[in-house]
């Protein structure tokens, strides 16, 4: 019975990457990256210093590529227990693919893989202090992705010298969701056209009401 499960398991994993044809490796297009995004999965090279790496460790919110093809990463960090929203422009290096940005040291990184309306792959390099530390993120569309896209991060892990035990599941952890939200729920409020469609369509549909229970009341008088 375990081998059959385990045939099952693999026949699944097989058939997700060998049927996965909108998977992109090279020659990324940016502007199909932009939008939002959630990390899922965060993995290093060292497990033991995991907890140094706090900095890195980044919940994406949203990504946006400017006029100018440089790169605007907008993100939550949890420090002490609170969360922070951060942005921040990375500029493009002369290695194709390749975006450079200054926090908690110089990060030169590129997205590996991408599937654009479902799932990227991020890997970066951090130099801190004359330490260089690689890092990788698996972030998607949705809060949570099917168990063979985790499986798949792994291989792709293993490939980088980065074993199975030294991957962190975000979301079995505090990713300042609540935060994230409220903030949006915040800038709909402010600025409608940031939200979703169908938030900036109930915003209309209560605008037009007040106008005609206004218009209704002067009639009144």
């Known amino acids: 019975m375990k081998l059959l499960l385990l045939c099952l398991g693999l026949t699944l994993v097989c058939a997700y990457e060998e049927g996965n044809h909108d998977v992109v490796t090279s020659n990324i297009n940016m502007a199909k990256i932009s939008g939002e995004w959630y990390s899922i999965l965060f993995a290093s090279?060292?497990?033991?210093?995991?907890?140094?790496?706090?900095?890195?460790?980044?919940?994406?919110?949203?990504?946006?590529?400017?006029?100018?093809?440089?790169?605007?990463?907008?993100?939550?960090?949890?420090?002490?227990?609170?969360?922070?929203?951060?942005?921040l422009i990375c500029d493009k290096t002369e290695k194709d693919g390749e975006y450079s940005a200054v926090y908690n040291g110089v990060n030169k990184f590129h997205i590996a893989e991408a599937v654009y309306n479902d799932y990227i792959i991020l890997y970066n390099v951090n130099i801190n202090n004359e330490k260089e530390i690689h890092v990788t993120e698996l972030c998607a569309r949705k809060p949570d992705v099917r168990p063979e896209l985790k499986k798949h991060f792994e291989k792709f892990c293993r490939k980088h010298g980065i074993?199975?035990?030294?991957?962190?599941?975000?979301?079995?952890?505090?990713?300042?969701?609540?935060?994230?939200?409220?903030?949006?729920?915040q800038d709909s409020r402010i600025f409608p056209s940031m939200a979703s469609p169908s938030t900036c369509d109930k915003f209309c549909d209560l605008i037009a009401i007040m106008i005609a229970m206004k218009a209704l009341s002067l009639h009144l008088l």
């Not at 919940?59 to 093809?69: A, I, Q, R």
């Not at 035990?165 to 990713?175: A, G, P, Q, S, W």
């Open 163 to 185: 074993p199975k035990e030294n991957i962190l599941d975000l979301t079995k952890t505090d990713r300042c969701l609540q935060a994230r939200w409220s903030q949006v729920a």
């Open 45 to 87: 090279e060292e497990k033991e210093n995991m907890e140094e790496y706090d900095g890195l460790k980044i919940f994406l919110e949203y990504l946006k590529l400017l006029d100018n093809s440089s790169l605007s990463f907008t993100f939550f960090v949890k420090a002490n227990g609170e969360c922070t929203e951060h942005s």
